[in-house]
């Protein structure tokens, strides 16, 4: 029954994209049937019902994500002869831009996350500068989150390894650029993107360390291997140069502004001061114009001071 729903699945025509997509879910339930199968099976269906979509000539953006998805579970149990066409198709849909306003995000994701399914599984690609460079060229659009790509190249790098060690300088400065221009200036926490990124450097520079062997050595090469050490060394300074100064920059914001706040809070306490002072000397001279009540009295006294100052006193009724 089962090889019978397969055989009808290989002969159905791709006249309707709604109902394609429906093979497509059929197809990923019956994995763990189509991983039993010999290479040269999973080879015919992949070639006659699956790459068949990438080239289209209207593109069907979640079609194409669960074909990205189908590829990546099959990993296992392709065969190399197949490896150009695949990643041919992937680094397509890895590069495909929205389509009349509908995103394909999606598209771009699953197909980053079934190259690092094919590279896990050791299914490498014929040539690795390609995807290396679409990539890098994917880390440097602003307008995307970049974390997906960044552990993407961080898989890549560990199993690529010697292969990719070439590249690796070139792709450094690449790197130190875009996570500088992601380093926000308040350090704690981290964007994902920055995490990400130093995550991927330290795999490239651990993989640039194992790259230098004794025959490295002991060749010409070893000229080349230290230039491009020199390379990263400095591109790894500036970064961490950027990030400090831009840490410095936020501690002097935050002293200027509590040297701000310190010195309003010392004019308002010498502001209420004065205006106390002043409140008490206004008090004190209203007090002292005050005038007496006296009580009455039927003597009338009046003074009178001579030339000679002195003073006589006279009464009357």
């Excluded at 590069?95 to 996350?113: E, F, K, L, Q, W």
Aim: glycine share 4%; hydrophobic share 40%; charged share 20%.
């Amino acid at each position: 029954m089962l090889v019978c729903c397969v055989r009808d699945l290989l002969s159905f025509p791709c006249l309707n994209f709604d109902r394609y997509y429906g093979v497509l879910m059929a197809y990923s339930s019956l994995l763990d049937f189509l991983t039993e199968q010999k290479p040269r099976f999973v080879d015919t269906l992949v070639r006659t019902r699956v790459l068949p979509l990438y080239e289209t000539s209207i593109p069907q953006p979640y079609l194409i994500t669960s074909a990205n998805w189908v590829l990546g579970e099959l990993a296992s149990c392709l065969s190399d002869g197949m490896s150009a066409d695949i990643y041919s198709s992937l680094v397509k849909a890895l590069t495909m831009s929205d389509i009349r306003g509908v995103s394909c995000y999606p598209v771009r994701v699953t197909a980053a996350a079934a190259i690092a399914q094919l590279v896990e599984n050791e299914y490498m690609p014929p040539e690795w500068l390609p995807l290396l460079q679409v990539v890098c060229h994917r880390i440097g659009d602003e307008e995307e989150d970049n974390s997906i790509y960044f552990q993407l190249l961080s898989t890549m790098v560990e199993a690529g390894n010697e292969k990719i060690a070439p590249h690796i300088p070139d792709i450094v400065c690449l790197l130190v650029r875009e996570i500088s221009k992601k380093l926000p200036l308040d350090l704690e926490p981290w964007p994902q993107m920055v995490e990400q990124g130093f995550a991927s450097l330290a795999v490239m520079a651990q993989c640039w360390e194992d790259s230098a062997s004794e025959e490295n050595e002991q060749d010409g090469s070893s000229q080349l291997w230290r230039s491009g050490q020199a390379t990263m060394m400095r591109a790894f300074s500036d970064l961490l140069q950027h990030a400090w100064l831009r840490s410095a920059l936020r501690m002097l914001k935050i002293d200027k502004s509590s040297i701000s706040s310190h010195a309003c809070q010392s004019a308002l306490r010498s502001d209420r001061t004065s205006i106390s002072s002043e409140t008490f000397s206004f008090k004190r001279s209203s007090i002292s114009v005050i005038p007496c009540k006296m009580k009455p009295s039927n003597v009338e006294q009046s003074s009178t001071h001579d030339a000679g100052g002195t003073e006589k006193a006279t009464s009357g009724s």
